[in-house]
């Protein structure tokens, strides 16, 4: 199992720049692709960005593109979620996500973002 901490939310006004991480513990040596996902009050989850473990393939949605960049250092087995440009809609418990070999997921327990008008 792949265990997932996140850290680096708080309150941000518009415009600002906030940068989340997430280290990665456990079986860390099955992991292939790793990514952020948020979920507003009332809202879906839903799927920021994500990237391969070696640190390519990356894939944003349309939401966040140019505005958000993604990255990972295997040494430190933390994945990052830069987020620049911030709007109010941004507001959302941010999430860290995995994938491993062996269709095996896991999800750390959320840090909140929160941007004022």
């Known amino acids: 199992q792949v265990q997932l901490a996140e850290s680096g939310?708080?309150?941000v006004q518009a415009g600002g720049s906030l940068k989340l991480s997430c280290a990665a513990s456990g079986r860390t040596f099955s992991l292939y692709r790793l990514g952020w996902s948020r979920q507003a009050p009332g809202n879906e989850r839903e799927d920021v960005a994500t990237i391969g473990w070696s640190g390519g393939s990356t894939v944003y949605s349309?939401?966040?593109k140019g505005r958000f960049s993604i990255s990972v250092d295997t040494a430190r087995r933390t994945v990052y979620l830069q987020m620049n440009?911030?709007?109010p809609e941004d507001t959302a418990v941010y999430y860290c996500r995995s994938w491993s070999y062996g269709a095996e997921e896991s999800w750390g327990q959320g840090t909140q973002v929160t941007?004022?008008?």
């Open 85 to 87: 440009s911030l709007k």
């Open 62 to 64: 349309d939401s966040v």
């Open 9 to 11: 939310g708080g309150l």
């Open 115 to 117: 941007v004022s008008s």
